[in-house]
């Protein structure tokens, strides 16, 4: 069995940044594509950031220039910098992984962290 969580999440002021993690646990035998997505209250869900594991990103139009995803293979980790955050980017992460594992492929989602950005 796998399985990814996050870790991170906090209250920061408008400007602030945080670095988010999420690694992936148990039988792991490699990861293809890692992905964050947030959710606010009241909206649906929004991708904000994808990496293949050869490295190749891709954000949201909204991050473009302050999120940053990156990935440690030997760790099986995941990462987004979140820098000059606003009270807009308030909202739950999660993180998302093609885990290769006992012979099959699996997509999981982590139980997600809360990021708050204060006035």
């Known amino acids: 069995q796998v399985q990814v969580v996050e870790s991170g999440g906090g209250l920061v002021q408008a400007g602030g940044s945080l670095r988010l993690s999420c690694a992936a646990s148990?039988?792991?035998?490699?990861?293809?594509?890692m992905a964050w997505y947030r959710q606010a209250p009241g909206k649906q869900r929004e991708l904000v950031a994808t990496i293949t594991r050869s490295g190749s990103t891709n954000y949201a139009d909204s991050v473009k220039g302050r999120f940053t995803i990156s990935r440690d293979n030997a760790k099986n980790t995941v990462y987004l910098q979140m820098n000059s955050l606003k009270p807009e980017n308030t909202a739950v992460y999660s993180c998302t992984a093609d885990i290769r594992a006992g012979g099959g492929s699996v997509h999981c989602w982590g139980q997600g962290t809360q990021v708050t950005v204060s006035q």
């Open positions: 148990g039988s792991v035998f490699s990861i293809d594509d």
